[in-house]
C-alpha cells in the first residue's frame, strides 16, 4: 500500500510562489509515475503536472507551462511543484497521485492519492 502525504500549501499573494510537497511511503519509487491534481470550489478535479518514475519525462497542463516545475528526490521519496508565479486561478486543493500510469492525463489511471493541501492565492 502507498500512502501519500502532501504539505507547502498556504495563503499567498498573486505573483508569489510556493513549493508543495508529496511524500511517498515506497520502496521502488521508480515504479511510480508521480503527479499533481487540483481541483477548484465548484470544478472538476484537472491534471497540473506529473513526472515519470524515472524522473526523466514531465507533463504539464498549458494553464501552468512555464510556472508550474515538478521534480522528485529519490533520497526522500518525495515530489515537488514548485509554483511560482501564482494567479487567484491557480486556487483550488492540491493533490498527488501515484501509479504504474498509461496515459498521464487520466486521473483515473493513478491507483494512490493525498489528502489534497489548499492552496489559496489573493489578488
Known amino acids: 500500500q502507498v500512502q501519500l502525504v502532501e504539505s507547502g500549501g498556504g495563503l499567498v499573494q498573486a505573483g508569489d510562489s510556493l513549493r508543495l510537497s508529496c511524500a511517498a511511503s515506497?520502496?521502488?519509487?521508480?515504479?511510480?509515475?508521480t503527479g499533481w491534481f487540483r481541483q477548484a470550489p465548484g470544478k472538476e478535479r484537472e491534471f497540473v503536472a506529473t513526472i515519470s518514475g524515472t524522473g526523466l519525462n514531465k507533463y504539464y497542463a498549458d494553464s501552468v507551462k512555464g510556472r508550474f516545475t515538478i521534480s522528485r528526490d529519490y533520497a526522500k521519496n518525495t515530489v515537488y511543484l514548485q509554483m511560482n508565479s501564482l494567479k487567484p486561478e491557480d486556487t483550488a486543493v492540491y493533490y498527488c497521485a501515484a501509479g504504474t500510469i498509461s496515459n498521464v492525463y487520466y486521473q483515473e489511471e493513478y491507483d494512490y492519492w493525498g489528502q489534497g493541501t489548499q492552496v489559496t492565492v489573493s489578488s
Open positions: 515506497v520502496r521502488t519509487p521508480t515504479r511510480y509515475t
